[in-house]
């Protein structure tokens, strides 16, 4: 399986500002996903990043508040604009292989004060 | 709508003492039922993939089955390293082409 790596881990953030969270995975793929991971919830899908257009996202999630980018085959970044307390979560990037099996990168955990 | 429902939402057992982990399932047509692991400040880990009724799936003291309406997580004699939270995932032939729906998994404990 491939490496996945997320940058930052954790952060703690003002309300009203945004957050860029990295992925970086080691090989290419062709399909990357975003989900959020909120107290006591189930892992929901935010979006699927979609290389060279735009994301695709879930209902209840919009690009102005979770505006991705995917400018290759093997990076992804997702930022959470304008941020108020309820958005304090983890946020976890996935990579899909063709037997639809996901693979997690280790998350961030996002505290908005 | 998809929906996966896990139970217990919590699990204590003794070290040795056997027992499963289920996950109900709602979905117009499975693609696939997934399990995965989740370890405290870590991204899920992947375990199994079961696509159809009758599947099962082993991987040391971790046993899936598959029904069309649940599946069930077997964990014979657990040690106290089997602790974590199991999630349960679905893929649905409708909708999202690769989308998984989650449930909220079962939190396992396992006492040496």
């Known amino acids: 399986s491939a490496v996945i790596s997320q940058k930052p881990s954790r952060d703690i953030c003002q309300r009203g500002t945004s957050l860029t969270i990295q992925c970086q995975v080691d090989?290419?793929?062709?399909?990357m996903f975003w989900y959020r991971q909120q107290p006591g919830q189930s892992l929901t899908l935010i979006a699927t990043a979609n290389q060279g257009s735009e994301a695709t996202y879930e209902s209840g999630f919009v690009i102005d508040k979770f505006p991705i980018s995917r400018p290759n085959l093997t990076f992804s970044t997702l930022t959470v604009s304008n941020m108020s307390p309820e958005d304090s979560s983890i946020y976890l990037c996935?990579?899909?292989?063709?037997?639809?099996?996901?693979?997690f990168g280790a998350g961030t955990r996002l505290s908005v004060l | 709508e998809d929906q996966v429902t896990q139970s217990p939402e919590a699990l204590r057992l003794q070290e040795g003492e056997s027992s499963s982990l289920n996950c109900s399932y709602t979905?117009?047509?499975?693609?696939?039922l997934f399990w995965y692991r989740q370890d405290p400040g870590k991204g899920p880990e992947f375990l199994f993939t079961?696509?159809?009724a009758g599947e099962e799936k082993e991987k040391e003291r971790l046993k899936a089955t598959l029904t069309k309406k649940e599946s069930f997580l077997h964990i014979t004699a657990p040690k106290p390293e089997d602790s974590a939270t199991y999630l349960c995932?679905?893929?649905?032939?409708?909708?999202?082409?690769?989308?998984?729906?989650f449930g909220k998994g079962t939190l396992l404990t396992v006492n040496p």
């Open positions: 979905v117009s047509g499975l693609r696939g």
């Open positions: 090989s290419q793929v062709t399909m």
């Open positions: 995932a679905v893929r649905d032939s409708g909708g999202s082409n690769y989308k998984l729906t």
């Open positions: 996935s990579v899909g292989t063709e037997q639809s099996i996901q693979y």
């Open positions: 079961l696509y159809s």
